[in-house]
C-alpha cells in the first residue's frame, strides 16, 4: 500500500525514568552478520540498518538524526531502499524514524533481511513496498521498557505506554489490513512473522531472491556479537541500557598487558574485553 495512506504518529515526549530498549530475546535471536549481498554495489540510494534503534555501544546508532541525515544526502524526491536486520530498540526513535521515511517523496522499498523487531518492524512498515526473506522475520509487541519508581509511578507509566501501542496496532492494521482487536493481540502476544507468512497476511508485499542476502565474514561481525551477547546477558540481568552502555566503553577502553597464549589470535583488547566481562557479570550474579 502507499505510505500516504498509513497513519501518521505523533512525536514522542520521553518521560523522566522510563528508557525504551530492546527486548532480550529479540537480541538473542537476532544475527547481526546478515546483510544485503550487493552492500558494496549502488548504494547512493540506499539507508541500512543493521543494529539497534537508538544509541549504540560504540556511536550514535541508528537514530532519527542520522535517518534524516540520509535522506537529505539522497534526496527529497529520489527513491530510496532501506535494508533492515536489527532486534529493535528505541520505540521513540523508530516513530520518528517511520514519520521520516513515511513524508519522503520519492518512493521507499524496505527489505528486510534478517530480522525486524519490536521498533524495527514499525520502521519496515513505512515502504509503499515490503520484501522480506524467506527465513527472516518480523516480531511485534507492546513496547518495551524499563522504569523506575514505586508502586504509583509504575502505574503512571502503563497509563502513559498504552497510547504508544494504540499507536502501533493502529499502524500495523492499517499495513496489513488484518483487524485492529487481532493486532493488539498479536503484540500482547509478542507474534513472531515468519517471511512467507508474512506475505500472506499481508504484513509484507513479497518474498526476497535469497541471493539478495548474505552473511559477513565472521571476523567482521566478531566484536559486535560479542558486545551484543554481552548486552543480552546485561539486559537479561535488569541492568538499563545506559549503564550497559557505560559500562561496554569501559570495556573498550581497557588494555591489559598480556595476552592469554591459550587463545590464538586474540588481541590485547579482545582478552581485556573478556576480562572484564567476566569480572562485571560475576559481580551482578549472571554466572
Do not use: C
Not at 555501544?57 to 535494508?83: P, Q, S, Y
Not at 485492529?180 to 518474498?207: N, P, R
Amino acid at each position: 500500500m502507499k505510505r500516504k495512506h498509513l497513519p501518521a504518529v505523533p512525536e514522542a515526549t520521553r518521560r523522566a525514568g522510563v528508557n525504551s530498549d530492546v527486548s532480550p530475546r529479540a537480541l538473542d535471536r537476532w544475527n547481526p552478520s546478515l546483510q544485503a549481498a550487493a552492500e558494496s554495489g549502488d548504494s547512493d540510494n540506499t539507508i541500512s540498518i543493521y543494529d539497534a534503534i537508538g544509541e549504540s555501544f560504540w556511536e550514535e546508532g541508528v537514530t532519527a538524526k542520522r535517518v534524516a541525515g540520509a535522506l537529505r544526502h539522497i534526496g527529497a524526491k529520489k527513491d530510496v531502499v532501506v535494508n533492515i536486520n536489527s532486534p529493535g530498540g528505541d520505540v521513540f526513535e523508530a516513530l520518528a524514524i517511520y514519520n521520516l521515511l513515511r513524508e519522503h517523496e520519492g518512493k521507499v522499498t524496505v527489505k528486510v533481511l534478517g530480522l525486524a523487531a519490536s521498533a524495527a518492524s514499525l520502521i519496515a512498515m513505512a515502504g509503499d513496498e515490503v520484501q522480506i526473506g524467506r527465513a527472516a522475520f518480523l516480531m511485534v509487541h507492546n513496547s518495551w521498557v524499563i522504569a523506575m519508581g514505586n508502586r504509583h509511578d509504575l502505574r503512571e507509566v502503563a497509563d502513559w505506554i498504552e497510547p504508544f501501542d494504540n499507536t502501533l496496532a493502529d499502524v500495523y492494521a492499517a499495513r496489513t489490513g488484518l483487524d485492529l482487536d487481532e493486532v493488539k493481540q498479536s503484540l500482547d502476544a509478542e507474534t513472531w512473522i515468519g517471511g512467507k507468512e508474512a506475505v500472506e497476511l499481508g504484513w509484507a508485499d513479497s518474498l526476497l531472491e535469497s541471493d539478495e542476502v548474505a552473511e559477513a565474514p565472521e571476523a567482521q561481525n566478531k566484536s559486535k556479537l560479542a558486545a551484543r551477547k554481552m548486552d543480552v546477558l546485561l539486559a537479561k540481568a535488569g541492568v538499563p541500557r545506559s549503564e550497559r552502555r557505560a559500562m561496554m566503553q569501559a570495556i573498550k577502553s581497557d588494555t591489559p598487558s598480556a595476552i592469554d597464549p591459550g587463545m590464538p589470535g586474540a588481541t590485547e583488547s579482545e582478552i581485556g574485553s573478556l576480562t572484564v566481562s567476566i569480572q562485571t557479570l560475576t559481580k551482578i550474579r549472571i554466572l
